[in-house]
């Protein structure tokens, strides 16, 4: 069935440093891909997405790439923050119409 | 626009005992998911309604879990009776119309944690 695989955290980075989250799916057909990140004591919430491949999507500096032949949707930041510790969690959506989650990554960026 | 809503935020109840959670989706939201996220662990869908119907319930034990939705607004989801293995945060979610293939976007509410003892 489908699936899909996340870096395991806890990720630690000072600020202002380069972030990657590494995400790999396993799916039939094309399926939707998103990242949702969970900030403390609040729910989830859509942070990017791409539907199609190659397609980039981006959101408050992060963004990330559909890439097929990998089968890979890795989260990138250039320069995080502390406002940007959180769990971050990839995410596919199949024409089943089923949302299928990874583990999630917990980030935390020190001052 | 308000976002959906959940109570109990926090539940503590005995093992065997019975528990109820309650969710108000966005409105005129079409579709609404209940996901257990189990401690150190992605959201694992339990159960998917389109309005009033089911779409899916495959991974929902049913021998003890239920759930509706009336009117295809808001819902509940029931456990009973309730096992040391159903501690979890439950979350549930509404989306304008079936999420899948076309990138539709997942509103989470807050959730409901579960500590069963």
């Known amino acids: 069935?489908?699936?899909?695989?996340?870096?395991?955290?806890?990720?630690?980075?000072?600020?202002?440093?380069?972030?990657?989250?590494?995400?790999?799916?396993?799916?039939?057909?094309?399926?939707?891909?998103?990242?949702?990140?969970?900030?403390?004591?609040?729910?989830?919430?859509?942070?990017?997405?791409?539907?199609k491949a190659d397609d980039k999507g981006s959101n408050k500096g992060f963004e990330a790439t559909y890439r097929k032949e990998t089968t890979s949707f890795h989260l990138e930041k250039g320069s995080v923050q502390v406002s940007d510790s959180a769990v971050y969690f990839c995410a596919l959506s199949d024409r089943t119409y089923k949302y299928i989650f990874g583990t999630g990554t917990r980030l935390k960026v020190l001052a | 626009e308000a976002g959906v809503a959940q109570s109990p935020r926090y539940k503590i109840i005995e093992k065997r005992q019975s528990v109820a959670f309650w969710c108000n989706p966005i409105s005129g939201h079409a579709t609404l998911y209940w996901y257990q996220q189990i401690l150190g662990q992605g959201p694992k869908l339990l159960i998917q309604f389109q309005n009033n119907g089911v779409v899916d319930d495959s991974q929902l034990p049913k021998d003890r879990f239920s759930a509706e939705r009336l009117k295809g607004v808001d819902s509940t989801l029931k456990i009973q009776p309730a096992k040391l293995e159903d501690s979890a945060v439950y979350l549930c979610a509404s989306s304008l119309e079936l999420a899948g293939g076309f990138g539709d976007e997942q509103f989470f509410g807050p959730g409901t944690r579960l500590t069963v003892l």
């Open chain 1, 1 to 51: 069935g489908d699936s899909v695989t996340q870096m395991e955290g806890p990720v630690t980075l000072s600020e202002e440093a380069f972030l990657t989250i590494n995400c790999t799916y396993t799916a039939t057909g094309y399926p939707s891909l998103f990242w949702y990140v969970q900030y403390p004591g609040e729910g989830l919430q859509l942070l990017l997405k791409a539907t």
